[in-house]
């Protein structure tokens, strides 16, 4: 069965630093993953995907991840946070072969950058 | 300035009662889904369409209903056999239902039940 999890319920970061939010994934062919960020109160906003290619995926506000097939994950990195990027971040993984082709949404990381 | 837009922003229901969530796209896509957010449970598909009159039913498709008449818009109704309907409610749209394509979502409907 399709899945996707990110391990840390919350991330915390200085601003400054770099930052990583995970995302591991189990599908049964090859998959297509999306990063989505969400702040409060508001939808999601798409912020990169990965279909084939190049292993690093370069998206919106200086954000990028790298994926994995040996790992299994596609952890979203960014080099230098800012107090903005404060919000709710989702992994999504869509599984080539499956009949259905739905996104599977993570549970969420909460990243929190502080001054 | 195109877009999703989603009304009400806040709705608040009785117990019993059906209400009706307004989703509408000027994206020209072709897709259209509802989810439902949970806090600590990510999103979780209640109902998607493909195409005008056609819908199909997500994960959790019990307790709503959904009707898709125009390509514009995606109306999801909440009806009183939903047991526990509040929750933050977000419509998306993609160009087609293709693997590759990503969603654009909608701002939310926060529905409460008093």
């Known amino acids: 069965a399709q899945s996707v999890a990110q391990p840390e319920d919350q991330v915390n970061v200085a601003e400054g630093n770099p930052l990583t939010v995970k995302c591991t994934y189990s599908?049964?062919?090859?998959?297509?993953l999306f990063w989505y960020v969400q702040y409060p109160n508001r939808g999601l906003q798409f912020l990169l995907k990965?279909?084939?290619?190049?292993?690093l995926v370069k998206g919106s506000y200086g954000f990028e991840a790298e994926f994995n097939k040996s790992q299994t994950s596609f952890h979203l990195k960014k080099p230098s946070a800012l107090v903005s990027d404060s919000a709710l971040y989702f992994c999504?993984?869509?599984?080539?072969?499956?009949?259905?082709?739905?996104?599977?949404f993570g549970k969420g990381t909460k990243l929190s950058v502080k001054p | 300035d195109g877009g999703i837009t989603q009304s009400p922003k806040y709705l608040f229901r009785k117990e019993g009662q059906n209400v009706t969530l307004s989703c509408e796209q000027n994206?020209?896509?072709?897709?259209m889904y509802w989810y439902r957010q949970d806090p600590g449970q990510g999103l979780r598909l209640i109902y998607y369409?493909?195409?005008?009159?056609?819908?199909q039913k997500g994960d959790i498709a019990e307790g709503y209903s959904v009707s898709r008449e125009k390509k514009e818009s995606f109306p999801l109704t909440v009806t009183s056999a939903q047991k526990n309907p509040t929750a933050f409610y977000l419509c998306?749209?993609?160009?087609?239902?293709?693997?590759?394509?990503?969603?654009?979502f909608g701002p939310g409907t926060r529905l409460t039940v008093l």
């Open positions: 998306a749209s993609s160009i087609r239902r293709e693997r590759n394509n990503e969603q654009f």
């Open positions: 990965y279909i084939t290619g190049d292993n």
């Open positions: 999504a993984v869509r599984d080539v072969l499956g009949s259905q082709g739905n996104l599977i």
């Open positions: 369409s493909q195409i005008v009159n056609d819908f």
């Open positions: 994206l020209n896509h072709d897709a």
């Open positions: 599908v049964s062919g090859n998959p297509y």
